[in-house]
C-alpha cells in the first residue's frame, strides 16, 4: 500500500533560516504529491503540489521537486519567518484522480522563534 | 478553490450516543470525502462519499459505526454510532473541484466523548 514518512518534529529554528522538512513515498504507480500546512487554530490547507516527476511546486517562499529516482518531495524555504510556524503535512495521492483519497505523513510541527 | 463548512464545530458527548456531522460546499463537487485526525496524529482517510450510493470504506472502516449520507453534490453528512472515548478527534471533510486533482478542507469538527 502507499505510505508517506516525513522528519518528525518538533523542528526548531530561528528567524531567516534555511529549512528542510524532508518527505519520501511509497507508491505502487505514480502519484501526485501535495504539502499542506495546519496553523495553529486554523484548518488544513494546501501549500504546494507538484503531480509528475521532476515538478516543482512553489507557494509563499516554499518549494518542493518531485524526486521519482529517489521517492522524495522535500519541502525548503530559503529564510523562515515566526509566521511560518506550523505544522507541515505531506501527502500522496494515486495518479488518474479517481476514487482515491489522500495518504498522510504524520506531520512536522514547525517552531520559528525570533 | 471551495468554500466548505461543517456543523458543529465541537460537540462533547457522551459514551454510547451518536453524532452526526454535517459538510456543506458553496459549489457542485465530483468527490467527497471525510478523514479522522486523532489527537497529535496524523489525517487518515475513512471513506469517500458518493453521490447516489453508498460510501466507500476504507479498511479499518465500516458503515455501522461511521454511516454517510451523500445526497446531491455539495452536500455530505457523517454519523459517528455508539461513540466511545475512542472516537475523540477532529473530524474534517474534504473536496475535489472539477478533477483539479486537489482536495481542499473544511474547518473541521472537534469531537470529545466522555
Known amino acids: 500500500g502507499n505510505s508517506v514518512t516525513q522528519m518528525e518534529g518538533p523542528v526548531t529554528l530561528s528567524e531567516e533560516a534555511f529549512l528542510t522538512i524532508n518527505c519520501t513515498y511509497t507508491?505502487?504507480?505514480?502519484?501526485?504529491l501535495f504539502w499542506y500546512v495546519q496553523y495553529p487554530g486554523e484548518g488544513l490547507q494546501l501549500l504546494l503540489k507538484?503531480?509528475?516527476?521532476?515538478d516543482k511546486g512553489s507557494n509563499k517562499g516554499f518549494e518542493a521537486t518531485y524526486r521519482k529516482e529517489t521517492t522524495s518531495f522535500h519541502l525548503e524555504k530559503g529564510s523562515v519567518q515566526v509566521s511560518d510556524s506550523a505544522v507541515y503535512f505531506c501527502a500522496l495521492r494515486e495518479s488518474g484522480g479517481g476514487a482515491d483519497g489522500l495518504t498522510f505523513g504524520k506531520g512536522t510541527h514547525l517552531i520559528i522563534q525570533p | 478553490s471551495a468554500v466548505i463548512s461543517q456543523k458543529p464545530s465541537r460537540d462533547i458527548c457522551q459514551r454510547g450516543t451518536s453524532l452526526t456531522i454535517q459538510c456543506q460546499v458553496d459549489?457542485?463537487?465530483?468527490?467527497m470525502f471525510w478523514y479522522r485526525q486523532q489527537p497529535g496524529q496524523s489525517l487518515t482517510l475513512i471513506a469517500t462519499?458518493?453521490?447516489?450510493?453508498?460510501?466507500?470504506?476504507e479498511s479499518g472502516f465500516v458503515i455501522d459505526k461511521f454511516p454517510i449520507s451523500r445526497p446531491n453534490l455539495t452536500f455530505s453528512t457523517l454519523t459517528v454510532s455508539n461513540m466511545s472515548p475512542e472516537d475523540s478527534s477532529i473530524y474534517l471533510c474534504s473536496v475535489e473541484v472539477r478533477s483539479t486533482d486537489t482536495q481542499y478542507f473544511g474547518p473541521g469538527t472537534r469531537l470529545t466523548v466522555l
Open positions: 459549489s457542485q463537487v465530483t468527490m
Open positions: 507538484a503531480t509528475k516527476a521532476d
Open positions: 462519499a458518493n453521490q447516489g450510493s453508498e460510501a466507500t470504506y
Open positions: 507508491a505502487t504507480g505514480y502519484p501526485s
